[in-house]
């Protein structure tokens, strides 16, 4: 599903992110992207929804090398993964349904579609009847869950999250990792990257650690 | 079965009814977006529709004054002056023939007999006239051109027709005043083409920048459409269809400025009209002005969009913090 081939990753700024990383996700697998902040969690994710493209080496997501796609294919190849920000990156003066029927909106779908799979989605992150509300009016767990319910309204093969329980406490925070567990249980590939070792450890799942842009080893962050 | 999931079948029905779901989507939401910034809206639409109403405005005044020189032109005509040996039964057979040959409107005879009278009546010399053995003058006919048969080379084809006719002595042709009018209408259309042009221009300046700043404004949303796999053409939708829709309203504007401005400069019109002894009415714009202007309005505020938001969108990718 995902692999990376001595990927190196340096901004315009000259900042070096990844250098040399190689690892790969499996089809249906759910990993944690784990390491200190600026290790190139967030790089590796950007890297894969081709937000970047990689300076060296090769990004393969879904069969697609990232860095040759052309750029009138991107939104398609988008549209293979769902995406949950750290920053939310809802829209906060549309109600939560126009959020989270942008991913099908953009595909043409039928209103009724839409309307049909909204509520589905939803109920899956427990927001059901929160359609017409603000999302500030929501808490920050509940903006949080809009943005995951956004995610796999389109049933992507694919979920991304860059650090999901960053501002959730632990009921929260279990709660949302139960979610994707539950997505990965149907067939979904997840990564998810997160600071949240105990979670980690207490999942049991493949952990993928970075430590300064390169593959490092989980044992080194143990007590971080 | 990844790649299952994403492919959907397309039957022709579902392209339809994508089209109407994606179309009907980009309209309800870019309609609702305008009207809930109704001030800004409503500024922009004011702006375009002066720029429209201009021409449209100069335009009706060339229609009316056309239709108003319609009476003029019963000024403009032939003079036949026959020979002095023909006599009056001859002249009105021949003012006949000429009365019915097309481009004429009519052909009266002012008879050597009537001319003498009218002269002896007005000028105050009938003593003198008295003096005379003959009658001095001849036989007159007065030919005016029908409308659509008055443009300056019918009328000099219609003179040497006339010419022609051995028992005519000499055509007079109010020709200068002929030429005159048409150039100085020529010059008026030509005014009304430059005025459309460079305000065209203007609205597409007009509703470009506003585009431009309704873009960078929505900057957050259109990267989150991006990022969800939204392409460049979903994106540039609906602010094509502000564009239009700002057209659209700015035409409608200008037409309803533009007719007030008519009904209420209409009694004036035909006071003045009256004055010269004409039945003149003003006739404000209509509707084929109308549909022009709002097709105009369309093509433009399209391209106005399309402009800025060719330039805009393609610099907008999406960031992450």
């Not at chain 1, 001595?6 to 040399?20: I, M, Q, S």
């Not at chain 2, 037409?255 to 003045?272: R, T």
Request: proline share 5%; with cysteine.
């Amino acid at each position: 599903m995902i692999s990376f081939e001595r990927v190196g990753k340096r901004y315009p700024n000259g900042r070096e992110a990844l250098t040399d990383l190689s690892f790969e996700v499996h089809d249906g697998e759910m990993v944690f992207l784990t390491g200190r902040s600026g290790a190139g969690k967030s790089s590796v994710l950007k890297l894969i929804a081709l937000i970047e493209r990689p300076t060296r080496g090769q990004v393969i997501v879904n069969g697609d090398n990232t860095g040759r796609l052309a750029l009138r294919r991107v939104p398609y190849f988008r549209r293979s993964m769902g995406v949950v920000f750290q920053d939310h990156r809802l829209l906060m003066d549309r109600p939560v349904f126009d959020n989270v029927a942008l991913p099908l909106i953009v595909t043409d779908t039928a209103f009724r579609e839409i309307e049909r799979r909204v509520r589905a989605a939803l109920d899956q992150v427990g927001l059901l009847g929160k359609e017409r509300v603000a999302p500030l009016e929501l808490s920050v767990g509940e903006q949080q869950r809009v943005c995951i319910a956004r995610a796999i309204v389109s049933k992507p093969p694919l979920l991304l999250a860059d650090e999901p329980t960053g501002n959730l406490d632990a009921t929260l925070a279990a709660e949302v990792m139960g979610l994707f567990r539950r997505f990965n249980e149907v067939g979904v590939t997840v990564v998810v990257a997160t600071h949240d070792l105990p979670l980690v450890r207490e999942s049991g799942l493949r952990e993928i650690t970075l430590d300064d842009g390169r593959l490092g080893t989980p044992a080194a962050h143990a007590d971080g | 079965m990844m790649a299952a999931l994403a492919r959907r079948r397309r039957t022709p029905m579902a392209s339809l009814s994508n089209w109407t779901a994606r179309h009907g989507h980009a309209l309800v939401s870019t309609a609702g977006h305008l009207g809930r910034h109704g001030l800004a809206t409503a500024l922009t639409v004011a702006v375009m529709g002066l720029a429209l109403a201009l021409p449209l405005a100069l335009n009706v005044l060339v229609r009316n004054v056309r239709d108003a020189t319609g009476d003029f032109s019963e000024a403009v005509g032939l003079s036949v002056y026959f020979k002095p040996d023909i006599p009056e039964q001859k002249a009105r057979q021949l003012a006949s023939i000429a009365g019915q040959r097309t481009g004429v409107a009519s052909a009266t005879l002012i008879s050597a007999s009537e001319a003498l009278a009218e002269f002896r009546a007005q000028s105050g010399f009938g003593a003198a006239l008295d003096a005379l053995p003959d009658n001095p003058l001849p036989n007159v006919l007065t030919i005016r051109p029908a409308p659509g048969a008055d443009s300056p080379s019918q009328l000099e084809a219609l003179r040497s027709y006339l010419l022609s006719w051995p028992e005519v002595d000499s055509v007079q042709l109010d020709r200068d005043w002929v030429l005159r009018f048409s150039a100085i209408m020529q010059l008026l259309r030509r005014v009304v083409l430059i005025t459309a042009v460079l305000l065209g221009a203007g609205v597409i300046a007009v509703v470009g920048n506003t585009i431009r700043l309704e873009i960078l404004h929505r900057r957050d949303e259109i990267e989150v459409t991006k990022l969800v796999g939204g392409t460049n053409a979903f994106v540039r939708r609906p602010f094509l269809y502000a564009g239009v829709l700002y057209g659209l309203a700015a035409g409608a504007i200008a037409w309803g400025l533009v007719a007030i401005a008519g009904v209420s400069l209409a009694p004036a019109a035909e006071h003045l009209a009256a004055a010269y002894g004409s039945s003149f009415t003003l006739r404000g714009p209509d509707v084929y002005e109308l549909g022009a202007l709002l097709l105009g309005g369309i093509v433009l505020g399209w391209l106005g969009a399309w402009i800025a938001a060719a330039r805009q969108l393609a610099r907008i990718e999406p960031r992450t913090a």
